[in-house]
């Protein structure tokens, strides 16, 4: 999903564990995130355990989420039958084809001044419409940083846990999987991978017609799209402009090259770039029927898990931009009206535990990287996660690069519209 991971998808998503050091060289210098994840942490009310975890006991919490994977969509399924057996309540999940869909639900409830007894109790989110519900009051909180499992986050190696898109969480939510953008492709068929925006172009030269990305605004197309937009704006002063608020003359100035280097690429894509894939499934399905040379996708481990699934061949390799790739955090949020909080809020403690944690991390079962420090953890709950490398899994994780501010989106969006229509 997930990803801005999350706008209509807030899916896939890239674990790697970084150093201090590392971290500010792999953010371009924007020295506030690291200030960020390292600083203090947001007030936040000290949580009740035991009242919450009785108070939870026989509801159910409507977990509104994207739907369209079936191995998620069975992972929740496990989910739900361990929080049955563990705390009594049940989980429902409402699957979603845009999340946009229950933060316009929350709008409208509070529009009509429902204010408890709401129909979404927690929702899979970042990005856009995290910026969009922390701003217009949607969200209950501050909560995250005060649950039980929180303690094993891993918000130094992995900042994005306290930052969403140059927005600072502050406990509204609550980080559940790590995503990176990354390529991958069949060995046989792409010996030399392309490392960048560049060498991408160069391929798609020398092979006109088996190159392309899905059309924007699908989360993975406009993804690609932040990733040559970060690739042309590596220094400081322009890492830092992405990082703001958009204004129509750092619009222009950051996008002028982005919009020139597609133009060239357009002619040498798919059908001439005439029309463009639906979504990142569609493209890795022609990239395994042998149409398109390439496939992405904002989880790292996507190639191994369809290899291990036998949907891809183990000759399939992943990699990412050797220089960075656009990364980030996706999260568990309650709405401010929620009807089953506690229940809420007991689901996403457990969801925040080694156990859920090292099972979605399991390329056999999702393949989503882990939020947590794995080296903190105690012996018996760090020997849940599997540390052997698989086939279709990446060797190496490139430095991971911060997203631009979520009001950079749309207008990027709009802008590919108007020159691809």
Do not use: C
Not at 269 to 292: H, K, N, T, V
Not at 395 to 402: H, L, Y
Request: proline fraction near 8%.
């Amino acid at each position: 999903m997930k990803t801005d991971q999350t706008r209509s998808t807030p899916l896939q998503p890239a674990g790697i564990r970084l150093s201090r050091r590392q971290t500010l060289i792999a953010l371009g210098g924007l020295a506030t995130l690291a200030t960020l994840a390292s600083g203090p942490l947001a007030a936040q009310a000290p949580l009740d355990w035991p009242a919450t975890l009785a108070a939870a006991r026989g509801q159910t919490v409507f977990f509104n989420a994207w739907g369209g994977s079936e191995r998620i969509n069975a992972y929740l399924q496990w989910a739900g039958a361990e929080l049955t057996q563990r705390h009594g309540l049940t989980l429902q999940h409402v699957k979603l084809t845009d999340t946009a869909d229950a933060v316009r639900r929350v709008r409208a409830e509070k529009a009509a001044g429902r204010t408890e007894g709401g129909s979404v109790d927690t929702i899979w989110i970042n990005g856009e419409n995290f910026l969009t519900m922390k701003r217009e009051g949607l969200l209950f909180g501050p909560f995250a940083e005060s649950l039980p499992g929180f303690q094993y986050v891993d918000v130094l190696g992995k900042p994005t846990t306290r930052i969403d898109s140059s927005e600072p969480v502050e406990g509204m939510q609550a980080p559940w999987g790590m995503a990176q953008f990354t390529w991958f492709a069949d060995s046989r068929r792409v010996p030399q991978p392309p490392r960048n925006m560049a060498e991408l172009l160069a391929l798609a030269k020398a092979q006109p017609g088996r190159i392309s990305y899905p059309r924007p605004p699908d989360f993975h197309g406009t993804t690609f799209l932040k990733q040559a937009l970060l690739e042309f704006n590596t220094s400081p002063a322009q890492r830092a402009a992405l990082s703001r608020p958009v204004t129509p003359e750092a619009f222009a100035q950051a996008t002028a090259p982005l919009w020139a280097w597609l133009a060239e690429l357009r002619p040498h894509l798919w059908r001439s770039g005439q029309q463009f894939p639906a979504s990142a499934a569609a493209i890795r399905q022609m990239m395994a029927d042998g149409e398109l040379l390439l496939a992405l996708t904002f989880n790292p481990n996507e190639a191994a898990n369809e290899v291990a699934a036998k949907r891809l061949p183990g000759s399939v390799v992943s990699w990412q931009p050797a220089a960075g790739s656009i990364g980030n955090t996706h999260f568990l949020a309650i709405p401010f009206n929620a009807r089953a909080r506690a229940g809420a809020l007991v689901f996403i403690d457990f969801m925040l535990s080694p156990l859920a944690q090292s099972r979605k991390a399991d390329i056999e079962i999702w393949g989503d990287p882990t939020v947590l420090a794995v080296d903190r953890l105690p012996a018996a709950e760090r020997a849940r996660f599997n540390a052997r490398r698989l086939p279709g899994q990446l060797e190496a994780t490139a430095p991971t690069w911060p997203e631009p501010h979520a009001s950079w989106v749309d207008p990027i969006e709009r802008e590919w519209l108007k020159l691809h229509s």
